[in-house]
């Protein structure tokens, strides 16, 4: 795999790397094989990044799977039967436009660098201008116009940004599909390719789900899991990455509810990016300009990260594209006996292919989302009157119920019994709550250390502990502090971290 290529320096945001190191220090995200200088738009999770990451994807499975009734998991191989490719549509049409400059010998997006230059336009105060350019180029992709694009690159006099240079070579298309070699003994054989999207795990299960599961339409089927695509542009840290987790649900409905559907997932989708933390300014819909080859209608859920507003969710009107395909290339039926009758005949509906809904969210895109929201940097002042100080305080404003670490425990002295009560409180909670104990350093760098990854809650033993059972609890963002009986912690952090404080809001 090639190093990444490169687009505008101009993107590069002073926010987004002080994100981007706080990430790696505080154990949340990794370059991968870093030691060996990394390899190109793949990363790892730490300690800190796999809690929050399993965090935000267990919300979102028990919000499709727990909080609906009709709403079934499956969890499908990444490999699957080639054929499924050429049905969905992916070997012929899983393209993206790519342009080498023939100075810098650097490859690009041929789209990225015309919207690159439409926001220009937008920024420079001539929305107008910039908003033709897109619709153009949307123009342009639809016809796949490929010389077009590469006039339209060459009219608006848009150079290489790290060579100036304008000589470009013909735009044409990459497939972004990963492949490997399936078989041992037969050289011949089709690759098998690294699933691009989980939505066709899905799809060649519908019957077997809604059989197994006894599913009456309408009805979804949610799935987390891997998917790959070779991205000729890697970059803006996770948020494009060549390795990563998608959380789809397809929504199998009756032909002709669909656009009702649409409607309702768009609302509900929206709403749940609302209740984990992200504030309804940074969030917006915006309708796809190309459709996918597989979509009928199409919008994304945009969040406004240090670079912009992008995509962090699509939500997909596919019809019966899909099974339609599958059901053409495998020669399997793909139908649903709908007994239902249809008030205008008196009769039921029948047999059909039923029409999807798909909300497809990237785990990794929540996850960076999410960290953008959290980190904030803020001036405190301390003590009073001449022993007044300021400081800098930067902390992870995380929802609760999200933080890796539910609470810190501290005795406040290495003796008099605190390390043990602190023991003790930890063993009783632990089967409730991910915990630490921290015993190191004066309290106030403690609290740091919790800040810095979003603890909401420290707990402090002190001397009046041993007398009363009682403790301190210091809340992260208030960094007020409340005593309270050992007896009460569970209800108190109970209450804040519950899944069903996010849950009531949707
Ligand atoms: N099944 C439909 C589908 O895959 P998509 O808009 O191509 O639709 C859905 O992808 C979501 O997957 C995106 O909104 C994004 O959150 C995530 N995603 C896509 N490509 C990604 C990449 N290269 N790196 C990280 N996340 C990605």
């Not at 935000?56 to 009734?69: D, F, I, P, S, Y």
């Not at 001539?126 to 153009?136: C, Q, V």
């Not at 800098?392 to 002295?413: E, S, Y």
């Amino acid at each position: 795999m090639s190093k990444p290529a490169t687009t505008s320096p101009s993107a590069e945001n002073t926010q987004l790397k002080d994100i981007v190191a706080h990430a790696k220090e505080y154990g949340f995200v990794f370059q991968s094989s870093e030691i060996y200088d990394g390899l190109a738009a793949v990363y790892d999770y730490g300690p800190n990044g796999v809690e929050l990451k399993n965090n935000l994807k267990r919300l979102w499975w028990e919000a499709m799977t727990q909080l609906h009734g009709n709403v079934v998991g499956i969890d499908a191989a990444i490999f699957m039967e080639p054929r499924t490719w050429e049905a969905s549509g992916h070997v012929a049409g899983f393209n993206d436009p790519l342009i080498d400059n023939l100075d810098s010998k650097k490859r690009y997006r041929a789209d990225v660098l015309i919207e690159e230059k439409a926001a220009e336009y937008e920024k420079a105060g001539d929305p107008a201008r910039g908003a033709a350019l897109t619709a153009e180029l949307g123009r342009l992709l639809t016809e796949n116009d490929l010389a077009g694009v590469k006039q339209l690159i060459l009219d608006e006099k848009i150079t290489d940004p790290l060579s100036g240079s304008s000589k470009w070579t013909d735009v044409r298309q990459f497939n972004l599909m990963f492949s490997t070699q399936g078989s041992a003994v037969d050289s011949d054989a089709p690759p098998v390719y690294l699933r691009p999207e989980t939505a066709q795990g899905i799809f060649v299960n519908f019957l077997n789900v809604q059989k197994s599961a006894r599913m009456k339409i309408p009805f979804g089927i949610a799935q987390i899991g891997k998917a790959f695509r070779n991205e000729i542009v890697a970059r803006q840290f996770i948020f494009r990455m060549r390795e990563f987790e998608q959380m789809e649900m397809q929504f199998f409905v009756r032909p002709g509810t669909e656009g009702e559907w649409y409607d309702n997932w768009k609302a509900a989708r929206r709403r749940f990016h609302e209740a984990i933390g992200l504030p309804a300014e940074k969030l917006r819909f915006h309708d796809h300009d190309k459709l996918a080859h597989y979509a009928k209608a199409a919008v994304d859920i945009e969040f406004e990260f240090p670079f912009g507003f992008k995509e962090i969710e699509g939500i997909h009107s596919r019809s019966d594209f899909d099974l339609t395909q599958h059901q053409n290339l495998s020669r399997k039926k793909q139908q649903y006996f709908d007994n239902d009758l249809d008030p205008a005949t008196g009769k039921p509906y029948g047999n059909y292919v039923p029409y999807v809904v798909e909300t497809s969210v990237g785990a990794d895109r929540l996850f960076l989302a999410t960290i953008c929201q959290a980190f904030q940097e803020e001036t405190i002042t301390e003590g009073e009157g001449e022993a007044q100080t300021t400081k800098q305080r930067t902390f992870l404003k995380l929802h609760p119920a999200v933080a890796p670490i539910k609470a810190a425990i501290f005795p406040l002295v290495r003796k008099d019994g605190m390390p043990e009560k602190a023991q003790e409180i930890f063993d009783s909670l632990r089967f409730d709550f991910r915990l630490v104990i921290e015993d190191k350093d004066a309290i106030g760098k403690r609290y740091t250390r919790q800040d810095l990854i979003g603890t909401p809650f420290c707990i402090v033993v002190d001397g009046q502990t041993l007398e009363d059972d009682t403790v301190t609890v210091r809340d992260r963002d208030t960094r007020e502090q409340t005593r309270m009986p050992i007896s009460a912690l569970r209800a108190y952090i109970g209450e804040a971290v519950s899944f069903r404080r996010v849950f009531e809001k949707l």
